[in-house]
């Protein structure tokens, strides 16, 4: 081959050179002939500078939405849980609170007859998003949010 040629020399790990060997054998190439097409097909394939999808400030700025975001679920989070596993419990430790000595049965008594006003709150709260109310003059029905009115099918 052409002596005449600039000479490039490469260091390389005994494995890897056994590997080259043995590839440029299966192509009927020279060692020569192996490295240069390897690396010029190497060239072709791949861009060697990367470009960040994103700036630094662009993803501080996404990480901090997202803090965010995060901060206000757990705060919500935290709310539906007091209302779920606090709201009877309160009522029955401020009925408490403000009749020292009631008994267990003035205790119920409180707790049935104050029911209604918390069962509307949960309605107005669900009114919308998951449930429907029908108001008819005398009485008001309700459905799910999304579903059929029911009442549409009878005769």
Known sequence: MGRDKPTVYVYTTTKQKTRWESEAEKRNMSMSEFVSGMTE????????????DETRTDLREQRNDLKEQLENARNRIQTLENRLHYGERAEIQQYIEENPGVTFDEVVRHVIDTVPARV???????????LVIDSEPETETYYPAGKQDITDDLP
């Open 41 to 52: 097909a190497g060239l072709k394939k791949f861009d060697t500078t990367v470009d960040p």
């Open 120 to 130: 509307s709150q949960h309605i107005d709260d669900l009114e919308g998003d998951l």
